[in-house]
């Protein structure tokens, strides 16, 4: 996939004549989603009236996220990941822009979150908008806050509609044993790898302070995306 940066006007229709952001009280972007001028207020609270990232609180997402894991933690190998990396490493699948690769998360839900059910979209810009508010000066760090999760279009048909046990979640490093710190770690006994001895022990088939680039990490659009932006030139790190 390649992601092309684009620049577009925001502007939206009053009546039939064209309205320049700045002569309202919202940012309304293409597709239709409105933005307060003076920035996102991120919420003390998640959607379903607990503290955020509290997996094992009753709400109506709790089962559907514990399920979530239960697949992701049978399923994530180390040979899955090989696999996934070399055919998504070709990095051949769409070339679009920016916007047009946000709208497409449009249709995604994460399962794996208990504090948001709803489209990705939405995280995006709530995300970018935080920043830019919290740090207005840097228009770098607004633009990484709104592509930092559209990896997650390895769920749609056209990116191959991978489960989405191999798309979001929680990411954890493979080859070695699993560290009970992961959410939901009971599940992680069906994992093929689990018994395999010579990925049972603490550093597995690495060596203590081998370093983040030579460990192989679950598969996700994490790792789609750190392929997409260190093997193409981009305006983020050119």
Not at 56 to 65: L, N
Not at 109 to 125: T, Y
Request: proline residues 5%.
């Amino acid at each position: 996939m390649t992601i092309l940066i684009e620049q577009p006007a925001l502007e939206l229709q009053v009546e039939g004549n064209n309205v320049h952001a700045e002569e309202t009280n919202e940012l309304v972007l293409e597709g239709g989603f409105p933005l307060p001028k003076d920035g996102y207020m991120a919420p003390e609270i998640n959607s379903f009236g607990h503290s955020f990232r509290e997996y094992d609180a009753e709400s109506e997402r709790q089962k559907g996220v514990e399920e979530f894991y239960r697949l992701q933690h049978i399923n994530q190998t180390y040979d899955f990941v090989k696999r996934m990396r070399e055919e998504y490493g070709k990095l051949d699948k769409a070339e679009m822009g920016i916007w047009e690769c946000c709208e497409l998360l449009n249709e995604l839900v994460d399962e794996s979150d208990p504090d948001l059910d709803e489209p990705q979209i939405q995280h995006l810009l709530q995300s970018a908008e935080t920043i830019r508010k919290d740090y207005p000066n840097e228009d770098w760090l607004h633009l990484t806050a709104l592509i930092h999760d559209l990896g997650k279009i390895l769920a749609l048909p056209s990116f191959g509609e991978l489960p989405q046990w191999a798309v979001v979640g929680d990411t954890f490093p493979l080859g070695c044993a699993f560290d009970e710190s992961n959410v939901h770690h009971k599940y992680f006994k069906d994992n093929p790898d689990y018994k395999c001895p010579a990925y049972s022990t603490k550093n597995g088939i690495y060596t203590e302070g081998c370093g983040l680039d030579n460990i192989v990490m679950s598969w996700g659009h994490d790792d789609y995306m750190y392929m997409h932006y260190t093997r193409k030139v981009h305006i983020l790190t050119s």
